[in-house]
């Protein structure tokens, strides 16, 4: 799902367990894109959102960060 979102450029922002949905043949579905957002090849974000615990260092420092903070 994150592949995907990047191929389009689209940065989830929050990924964590309770955004990530198990159906009942095992199936994963990334949920919740309430602070998602669009992001082409030379953006770079410095929106500090998210859940805490899963912050990516760049952004608890509040440097430009792109994609690479949804893994």
């Not at 389009?8 to 367990?17: E, G, P």
Request: charged content about 25%.
């Amino acid at each position: 799902a994150l592949d995907y979102c990047h191929k389009n450029q689209i940065i989830h922002r929050d990924v964590k367990l309770e955004n990530i949905l198990v159906g009942n043949e095992g199936l994963l579905k990334l949920a919740d894109f309430g602070w998602a957002a669009e992001l082409n090849q030379q953006d770079r974000r410095q929106t500090l959102c998210g859940t805490m615990d899963y912050l990516a260092p760049e952004m608890l420092e509040h440097k430009p960060y792109n994609e690479s903070v949804d893994i």
